[in-house]
């Protein structure tokens, strides 16, 4: 998701934005396999609707599971679920076995829509009970559907309209409740936000699954106007030229597409294309100004999750590595005694002098925001929703302005020498250096507590051995956060929304075929070559 966002008085919902679509002439939705106006789009969605009723059993949850790329029926789908009253349960393509079968039984599926790329994955699991579509037969189903009236159930802003899971970098993904104006709300704020109208065109390449994609995506056209041009999956060397071929305006990201971009070979011409505005999270500022510059664009990183509950706007006065202004009711409370932190102290230099105090669990202390709880997951629920305050697992700090700084998941402390750290700090000063690409600290082996492991991947030419003179010329790194261990990776493992796997880094520690180098009498040594 883009920010978390406040309760608003009157909660829009995807029902209304799509009746306000019913007669849009102008193009809504792109694809390799065509274009469709908006009026079509909002026909179509009335046919899907009409076959969810027919399918989804009454007195049961209406739950259809969608294991599919970013394909027109998907956006098509989620219409007609608003349409309809149903809900688009989002699998994640990348679940295998037992784990998505645990996923699909969670979310209560009644229905599972594939197409034949992924409905192998679908034969060895215990589906009883559950029909499984695929494409070409869904699309004969429809057939007797073609020209159904638009009758919408009435819609209320606390609706279910669809479950996303969690990326499941900290354990097993849980099922995140999007209302339908959890989705609405968002996409009218920044279409009003970016200026975006009917003559925009938003580019959609993050997983549909994925809360990113249909909050700060998809639903930021349909609320605009704007055409939606979908690619199936994310490609940086089909970035641009998507741009150019479908006139994309707006795009988002999550995670660190913007560097896979970045990557493909700078051409003269990289700024002569029509995108305006990218907006997005968990982009590093270094790749957030290389992007605006090679592409001519404006980019804006916000921060969120999926669950929502925490509000952080980024305001034209935010200092360099904060995420911008906490908002009303947003607090930073020590997780072990419940209180609030005091705010960050730091030196001339920028070094963080009381983090070990200073750094703690992000709280809303006003309720849940937009955090509308989590599927079959109560005791989740209980763990995020405390003392009547929204605690988000996000660690970070504030300065005595009301800046927010990030420190990690709360599956990132490390305790080191005593003291609490978090890794994000570390992380940003690695991507300092020219030719580190990309950085994932965690946890690494020590015989008491934990040391600072880094996992790096890096351009050609890297000598780790001169790691030490480019950390000690960096006056805001902690005697603590030094790095004990640093491992070259080719690339990071990470799960399909581009976010690093760092249980899977942790728990191999050095036991690893890359190269890990250690530091020892303050210089880097390979430890396993």
């Not at 037969?137 to 899971?165: I, K, M, Q, T, Y």
């Not at 988002?252 to 896979?260: A, E, I, M, R």
């Not at 509000?311 to 034209?316: K, L, M, S, W, Y």
Request: hydrophobic fraction near 40%; charged fraction near 25%; glycine fraction near 10%.
């Amino acid at each position: 998701m883009s920010s978390a966002l406040s309760r608003p008085e009157v909660m829009p919902t995807v029902t209304e934005l799509l009746l306000a679509r019913a007669d849009d002439r102008r193009p809504g939705l792109r694809t390799e396999d065509g274009e469709w106006t908006w009026a079509e789009h909002v026909r179509h969605s009335a046919e899907r609707a009409a076959l969810l009723r027919e399918l989804l059993p009454s007195g049961e949850p209406p739950h259809i599971g969608v294991l599919l790329d970013n394909v027109p029926e998907f956006s098509f789908l989620l219409g007609g679920a608003a349409l309809s009253g149903s809900v688009v349960v989002g699998l994640n393509p990348t679940r295998r076995g037992a784990a998505l079968e645990r996923d699909i039984r969670l979310a209560d599926c009644r229905v599972l829509l594939t197409d034949a790329a992924y409905a192998p994955l679908l034969e060895d699991l215990d589906l009883d009970g559950i029909e499984v579509v695929t494409l070409d037969s869904w699309h004969r189903e429809l057939d007797r559907h073609v020209g159904a009236p638009l009758n919408p159930v009435p819609a209320h802003g606390d609706d279910l309209l669809v479950l996303v899971f969690t990326s499941g970098t900290g354990g097993d993904p849980k099922a995140v409740r999007c209302t339908h104006a959890k989705i609405a709300y968002p996409g009218r704020m920044l279409a009003e936000r970016f200026g975006l109208g009917g003559e925009d065109v938003a580019y959609i390449s993050m997983p549909l699954f994925h809360s990113n994609a249909l909050m700060a995506g998809w639903s930021v056209g349909l609320a605009a106007g704007a055409a939606l041009a979908l690619r199936p999956k994310f490609s940086a060397s089909g970035f641009l030229p998507d741009v150019r071929r479908y006139g994309a305006t707006y795009a988002n990201y999550v995670g660190t597409p913007l560097s896979y971009v970045l990557a493909t070979p700078a051409r003269p011409d990289d700024t002569d294309n029509p995108l305006r505005v990218v907006y997005g999270n968990e982009g590093n500022q270094r790749d957030i100004a290389r992007f605006a510059e090679r592409f001519g664009c404006h980019v804006v990183d916000g921060f969120g999750s999926s669950e929502g509950g925490i509000a952080v706007t980024r305001t034209p006065d935010t200092p360099p590595g904060a995420l911008g202004k906490a908002t009303d009711g947003v607090a930073v409370f020590d997780p072990d005694t419940g209180k609030p932190c005091p705010p960050a102290e730091f030196d001339d230099s920028g070094l963080l002098l009381n983090g070990e105090a200073a750094i703690g669990e992000l709280v809303n202390t006003t309720g849940p925001g937009s955090f509308a709880g989590y599927y079959g997951a109560p005791e989740a629920d209980a763990e995020r929703m405390r003392d009547g305050m929204y605690w988000s697992g996000d660690l970070g700090y504030l300065d005595a302005d009301g800046f927010c700084y990030f420190a990690g998941r709360s599956s990132d402390w490390l305790r080191v020498d005593g003291e609490n750290l978090g890794a994000a700090p570390i992380e940003r000063i690695l991507l300092r250096h020219p030719q580190i690409q990309e950085a994932a600290v965690y946890a690494g082996p020590a015989e008491v507590g934990d040391s600072v492991m880094a996992a790096i991947t890096t351009t050609d030419g890297f000598d780790p051995a001169s790691l030490d003179d480019f950390l000690t010329a960096q006056a805001d790194l902690g005697p603590k956060q030094w790095p004990s261990y640093v491992r070259l990776v080719s690339e990071l493992p990470r799960t399909s929304t581009h976010k690093v796997l760092k249980r899977e880094l942790a728990a191999e520690g050095v036991r690893t075929r890359d190269p890990v180098w250690r530091r020892v009498d303050a210089t880097y040594h390979p430890q396993n070559l």
